[in-house]
């Protein structure tokens, strides 16, 4: 069946192509909720955040096809999470706007590894002076592999004008799903807690570090068709935090 090309009615841009997904484990019964492989259905677990930052994803179109990237987990616990997906010639028409509203402090995160653009890396001082501003320091987090990474911070000429950020982390990622080249190099979802948890924003950070864990843990047993028996630590953290906002609830 060929792929079908659809236009995207608020950016203007034709959307990924839909395509029969026929990656290793196309086969698996998928809970239509999380996408994850129903065995280990992760929708239990999910448990709202607030957080003074918000996090744009800049989303590689291949990215969209893979049920191991991470970037969604982040909109599951923020709720004010946007996700964009990346056109090389122009913006999506909503990122456009959301560019150049003043209520917002974007910052695209990248290394400060290069001469040519060191007039544009700042610190974390920069996002906690926005929150001082009564701003929203927003972080635009370019999901893609490493390569198409660069390649998306080199030919996007709407984003030259931003602030770049460089995360400084001892973190090493946990991430089992996908083989990184050094264990400092981490996945989509990692880097916004430690954005998170570096900008203030402790409590969503935690959230979503457990979040990233029972993800984690339950993708790698359903590769395997295990069914988790007990719940991790992780998993019991949400749980008790949903019991939680679900009492507060009824008693309002």
């Known amino acids: 069946m060929p792929a079908s090309t659809e236009c995207d009615s608020v950016a203007g841009h ?147 004008a931003l602030p770049v950020l460089p995360l400084h982390t001892e973190r090493e990622t946990r991430y089992r799903l996908r083989k990184p080249a050094s264990k400092a190099h981490l996945c989509t979802a990692e880097v916004a807690i430690e954005l998170l948890r570096q900008g203030g924003d402790n409590n969503a950070a935690a959230v979503l570090d457990d979040y990233f864990d029972v993800f984690n843990d339950s993708y790698a047993a359903s590769r395997f068709y295990k069914k988790i028996a007990e719940p991790t630590e992780a998993m019991t953290r949400l749980l008790a935090r949903k019991e939680e906002f679900e009492e507060l609830e009824e008693s309002r």
């Open 14 to 160: 034709p959307r990924p192509p839909r395509r029969e997904f026929k990656a290793r484990g196309s086969f698996v019964i998928r809970c239509e909720g999380c996408n994850l492989p129903a065995l280990n259905c992760l929708c239990p677990y999910q448990v709202k955040a607030d957080s003074h930052a918000q996090v744009w994803l800049l989303t590689h179109p291949l990215e969209h096809y893979k049920p191991t990237n991470t970037g969604r987990l982040i909109g599951d616990v923020l709720a004010q999470t946007q996700v964009f997906t990346w056109y090389r010639t122009a913006p999506d028409a909503q990122l456009t706007e959301l560019l150049a509203d003043p209520r917002y402090v974007p910052f695209v995160i990248f290394p400060d590894d290069q001469p040519d653009y060191a007039d544009r890396v700042v610190g974390m001082d920069a996002v906690h002076s926005a929150k001082q501003a009564s701003r929203i320091p927003v972080f635009i987090i370019l999901d893609g592999t490493w390569r198409q990474a660069r390649r998306m911070f080199r030919k996007s000429a709407y984003l030259d």
